[in-house]
């Protein structure tokens, strides 16, 4: 498979969201999901669309992001902190969208239909969610939970911790984040592949919910 027909496969793949929307236009009349509660199913398929949303922004700030070696840390440099910035709200805005998803594959209303769901790479990230993203360990900590661990946790997303670079299975740059849980161990999200593998998972689900 050549370079074009990978590309063009990936976005295929990757723009879930659109086509969650146009197979909803399609079948929704004849969906007992549909009928049944279309504002919930919409507002799932709506989760989709802000995936591809944030990782789109993503995308764009990433290819922004010079490579260590390409600049000097000791010399500010404005853009390249705007950009870093940019990516890591997106990443956090990207995993809260995530945690919705979660919770909507677990609802009632998703397990009357189909029941036994493992979403892997969804339950995989969403340490993120529980300990930063929908609200700080720190702040709002469980009675397992310890101040080293939670104060930890706080810097995952924070401007103390950000992106790390890594070179991924075909040689390419990539940004990274990570958290740590003693449940988990470290885990660590890479927007660039990640990505694909969550938002066709999620639309294979939703397309399974429509013709349940």
């Known amino acids: 498979m050549g370079a074009g027909d990978m590309n063009a ?3 295929s793949m ?4 659109e086509r969650a929307r146009s197979l909803f236009a399609r079948s929704y ?3 007992s999901a ?3 509660n279309l504002i919930v199913l919409n507002g799932a398929i709506d989760m989709l669309v802000e995936l591809e949303y944030h990782f789109d922004l993503f995308t764009q700030s990433e290819h922004q992001i010079p490579a260590i070696d390409q600049y000097d840390p000791s010399v500010p440099d404005p853009d390249r902190r705007r950009h870093v910035e940019a990516a890591r709200f997106e990443v956090i805005a990207y995993l809260s969208a995530v945690g919705r998803f979660h919770y909507f ?3 009632k209303f998703f397990t009357n239909f189909i029941s036994n769901v493992v979403f892997e790479s969804v339950e995989r990230l969403i340490v993120f969610r529980h300990k930063y993203t929908a609200h700080r360990s720190f702040d709002l900590p469980r009675n397992d939970e310890n101040l080293e661990e ?3 946790q706080a810097r995952s997303l924070s401007s103390l911790m950000g992106e790390f670079s890594r070179t991924d299975i075909n040689g390419n740059r990539v940004i990274s984040y990570q958290i740590y849980s003693s449940k988990t161990a470290h885990v660590i999200f890479t927007p660039s592949v990640d990505h694909l593998v969550i938002i066709s ?3 294979t689900l939703i397309e399974r919910l429509l013709s349940a």
């Not at 990757?14 to 969201?17: A, F, L, R, V």
């Open 201 to 203: 998972e999620a639309y």
């Open 14 to 17: 990757s723009n879930g969201g």
């Open 29 to 31: 009349r004849s969906s």
């Open 105 to 107: 594959i677990k609802s």
């Open 9 to 11: 496969l990936f976005t």
């Open 150 to 152: 939670s104060l930890m």
């Open 34 to 36: 549909a009928n049944e």
